[in-house]
C-alpha cells in the first residue's frame, strides 16, 4: 500500500517535538491565567493566591492533560483544544455561579442543571462586560488551531513499497517518547497537586476533608480543578460506593441527642392548644429581607400593609432562614422538617423521600386538609416527588392556575393569591396550605405599570428593583388578606409570613445609600441571613415585636404544633418550639450561629479561633471564646442533621430497631 516515507532529517524531528510542546505549554499558560483571572474576579476576603496555589493549580492542570502527551500531534491538539473548551465552560460556569451562590457547583447541583434554562433572566444579570477578556484565546488560538487540524499537508515524497526497518523503530520510538512524556507529566502533576494539599490538611486545615467544611474554603486549599476532582470522588463514595458508614455507636449517639430534644420540647405555656382546629396558611415569600421591614425609600413606605399586620402579629425581627445551596427548596424542607440543609446540594433533588417528620403529613394525621400551591413547573426543585413523600393532598401548580397576569417567572403574586383562595373554598376544613410566591424573583424586573416606588438614586439599579418588587409583593397581601376576610378564613385561620432566603445583592455601598448609615460586617452578615417571620393568630392575639431573641426556620414545624395542641415529643427535630421561652441557638449552614447574646462569623479557613465572636448588645467583637459552646452546639446541630439525612436514620429510629444496613452505608 502506498506510505508516506519520512526525511528522517534531525530538523524534521526537532520541528515536530517543537510543535507538540509548544501547544501543550500554551495551553498549560492560558488555563492558568483563566485561573487566576476567575479567582481574582471572586474577589476572597484573606485568599490570595500564594506559591502552593500556583503549585496546585499547575500540578491539577498536568493531571487533567497530562493523557493528550499519549496521542499523536494531530489527535494531542484535537484533544487540547477540545479540553480548552470544557475547562474554559466549567471555569466561568463556576464564576458566575458563585456571583449568585457565594459557592461552587458540584455533582448535586450539575443534578439540578435542567432548571438552569428557567434561570435565563437572572442569569444575564451576572454577566458582565469585562468577562470578554477570558474568552480571548477563543478568539484567536482556537481558529488557529482549527485551521491546523484541518489543513491537508502536501507531501511529494511518496512511494510505493514497504515499510523499512529504520520507519517502524522510528514510529515506535516515538511512541515510547510519548508515554514516558505523558507518564512523566502524570506523575509531576500528582506531586505538584497532592502533596501541597496533604501539607494544608497536615496543618493549618486539619480535618479539611472530614467535617462539614465549606466548599470556598475546600477551593482555597485545593483550586478549582483539584476541588471539582474530591467533589466527584465525593459524590461517587456517597452515592454510588456507599459512604464509610456509622458504626452502632456513632448511630446510638445520634439518636441519644435526638431523645434529648424531644425530651426538653414539652415545656408548655398558654398558647398550647389555644387556637386548636384553626385552619393554618403559611405562605413562603420569594427573597423578602427583613431589611425592608418598616423601611422607606424617599419617604415611602416599602412594605406598608405588612407593616400594619405587624400590629396583630407576633413578629420576630431576628428571624434566620438557614439556607445553603438549595436556596427555596431548603427553606421549604427546613419550616416543613425541622431539619437543616446539606452543604452540598438540595435535600429536595439528592434525598426526597426518606421518610422525614414533616408538617403536611402530621397535620393529616390529626384531621387536616394538606395542600402545597405554587404556580410554577412542578418538576423544579423535584417538587412533584417531594411533595407526593410529604404526603400532601394535591399540589397546586402551575398547569392548575389560570395565566391571567404574568410577572416575573409566572403567574403575579396577586393573581396567585386570588386563585389559590378561590381553589382553598373547595377544600375541606381545618386545612393546612403551604403558598410559595414567585413575583419578587431575582432579576426584580417588574413591568413600568408595576413600579410604584420612586427610587431616587437607586433608581436602575438591582437595589432599586428589588424594593419596587417587595413593595408590589406587599400590595399583593393587601388584597389577600382583605380576600381571606370576604372568604370568612380571617378569624378562623393562622396566617404565617415569612420569607426564603436573601435577595442575593451583595452590594454594601448600596445598602448604605439607601439607609443612610454605615454597615458593619455584623451588619451586612445579619442583613443577608436575616428574613421575617409574622405569625398572625386568628383572634389578632399577642401582637408586636419579638426581640431580640433569636429564631430560625427549624423552629417553625414545632411552634404550629404548639399553638394547635398537637405534641411534638414524638418526632425527630432539631428545632423547638418558638413559644419555648429557653434561650435558643440558631446555627447557619455556613458554620456562623446566633444566640440571644452573640453571633459567630467564622473564617474563610473555618478554624474556630480565626473567627470572630460577637457581643449583640455592644454589636462589636468580644473574646471569640465567648462563642466556644455555642459553636460546639451548632456544630452538633449540624451533624446530627447530616446523619439523620445521610444514613437514612428517622425509620430505625421509629421502629426502636437495632441499627441496620441503611445506617451503616448509604447507598
Not at 462586560?129 to 511529494?156: C, E, Q, S, T, Y
Amino acid at each position: 500500500m502506498p506510505v508516506r516515507i519520512s526525511s528522517g532529517g534531525p530538523a524534521r524531528s526537532v520541528g515536530w517535538l517543537h510543535y507538540r510542546y509548544t501547544w501543550y505549554i500554551l495551553f498549560l499558560v492560558l488555563m492558568l491565567y483563566k485561573l487566576v483571572w476567575m479567582h481574582t474576579n471572586l474577589q476572597l476576603a484573606n485568599m490570595n493566591m500564594d506559591r502552593a496555589d500556583y503549585i496546585i493549580a499547575v500540578g491539577s492542570l498536568l493531571l487533567v492533560s497530562f493523557w493528550t502527551l499519549w496521542l499523536p500531534p494531530k489527535g494531542r491538539l484535537a484533544a487540547l483544544t477540545l479540553l480548552n473548551l470544557a475547562l474554559t465552560g466549567l471555569i466561568y460556569a463556576d464564576l458566575v455561579f458563585y456571583r449568585y451562590f457565594d459557592d461552587f457547583i458540584t455533582v448535586p447541583v450539575l443534578m439540578q442543571a435542567g432548571q438552569v434554562s428557567s434561570l435565563g433572566g437572572s442569569i444575564g444579570t451576572l454577566l458582565e462586560p469585562g468577562d470578554i477578556l477570558f474568552f480571548l484565546d477563543w478568539i484567536l488560538v482556537i481558529p488557529v488551531a482549527i485551521m491546523i487540524l484541518f489543513r491537508r499537508k502536501k507531501n511529494p515524497q511518496l512511494s510505493v513499497g514497504y515499510d523499512s526497518p529504520v520507519d517502524r523503530r522510528r514510529r515506535r520510538n516515538r511512541r515510547l517518547a510519548r508515554a514516558a512524556a505523558g507518564t512523566a507529566v502524570l506523575i509531576l502533576g500528582g506531586c505538584m497537586t497532592f502533596f501541597p494539599i496533604q501539607k494544608a490538611s497536615d496543618t493549618w486545615a486539619k480535618g479539611l476533608f472530614a467535617g462539614n467544611w465549606w466548599n470556598v474554603t475546600l477551593y482555597n486549599v485545593t483550586g478549582l480543578i483539584a476541588f471539582h476532582g474530591y467533589d466527584m470522588y465525593r459524590y461517587s463514595r456517597d452515592h454510588l460506593v456507599g459512604q464509610p458508614g456509622l458504626s452502632e455507636e456513632q448511630i446510638a449517639e445520634v439518636k441519644q441527642w435526638l431523645d434529648g430534644r424531644r425530651s426538653n420540647r414539652t415545656q408548655l405555656n398558654d398558647l398550647f392548644g389555644k387556637y386548636r382546629g384553626s385552619n393554618v396558611m403559611m405562605i413562603q415569600t420569594e427573597a423578602l429581607m427583613n431589611a425592608v421591614i418598616g423601611q422607606s425609600v424617599n419617604g415611602q413606605e416599602i412594605t406598608p400593609n405588612l407593616n400594619k399586620l405587624m400590629e396583630e402579629s407576633l413578629y420576630y425581627s431576628q428571624f434566620y432562614h438557614q439556607t445553603a445551596l438549595g436556596r427555596t427548596s431548603d427553606a421549604d424542607f427546613v419550616t416543613q422538617s425541622s431539619l437543616l440543609p446539606l452543604s452540598a446540594g438540595s435535600v429536595f433533588t439528592r434525598y426526597p423521600d426518606r421518610g422525614y417528620d414533616v408538617l403536611p403529613k402530621i397535620l393529616k394525621e390529626h384531621g387536616y386538609a394538606a395542600n402545597v400551591f405554587h404556580a410554577y413547573e412542578s418538576s423544579f426543585w423535584n417538587r412533584q416527588t417531594v411533595y407526593a413523600a410529604m404526603d400532601y393532598d394535591r399540589f397546586f401548580s402551575k398547569k392548575d392556575y389560570e395565566l391571567t397576569e404574568t410577572l416575573g417567572w409566572s403567574l403575579s403574586d396577586k393573581a396567585f393569591f386570588s386563585q389559590s383562595l378561590e381553589m382553598m373554598s373547595g377544600i375541606q376544613q381545618p386545612f393546612y396550605s403551604f403558598l410559595i410566591t414567585l413575583t419578587s424573583h431575582h432579576p426584580y424586573r417588574l413591568p413600568e405599570p408595576h413600579r410604584k416606588l420612586d427610587t431616587g438614586e437607586l433608581e436602575g439599579t438591582m437595589l432599586g428593583d428589588y424594593l419596587n418588587s417587595i413593595h408590589y409583593v406587599d400590595e399583593a397581601f393587601g388584597e389577600l388578606i382583605e380576600q381571606m376576610k370576604q372568604q370568612g378564613l380571617w378569624d378562623n385561620t393562622i396566617l404565617i409570613i415569612y420569607g426564603d432566603h436573601d435577595n442575593s445583592i451583595k452590594d454594601q455601598s448600596a445598602y448604605e445609600q439607601w439607609l443612610g448609615r454605615e454597615l458593619s460586617e455584623l451588619d451586612m452578615e445579619q442583613m443577608m441571613n436575616q428574613v421575617p417571620l409574622l405569625i398572625r393568630l386568628p383572634d389578632g392575639a399577642h401582637g408586636g415585636t419579638i426581640d431580640p431573641e433569636a429564631a430560625g426556620m427549624m423552629n417553625v414545624a414545632p411552634s404550629i404544633l404548639h399553638l394547635l395542641g398537637i405534641s411534638s415529643e414524638p418526632y425527630y427535630w432539631i428545632g423547638t418550639s418558638l413559644f419555648d421561652e429557653r434561650d435558643r441557638l440558631i446555627p447557619l449552614r455556613s458554620g456562623a450561629f446566633s444566640s440571644k447574646d452573640v453571633y459567630y462569623l467564622p473564617s474563610e479557613s473555618r478554624a474556630f479561633e480565626e473567627g470572630t465572636c460577637y457581643s449583640l448588645e455592644s454589636r462589636q467583637p468580644t473574646a471569640v471564646a465567648a462563642c466556644r459552646e455555642g459553636y460546639d452546639e451548632a456544630q452538633t446541630m449540624l451533624e446530627v442533621s447530616d446523619n439523620v439525612i445521610l444514613y437514612h436514620l428517622l425509620p430505625q429510629f421509629r421502629s426502636n430497631g437495632q441499627p441496620s444496613d441503611q445506617g451503616h452505608a448509604a447507598k
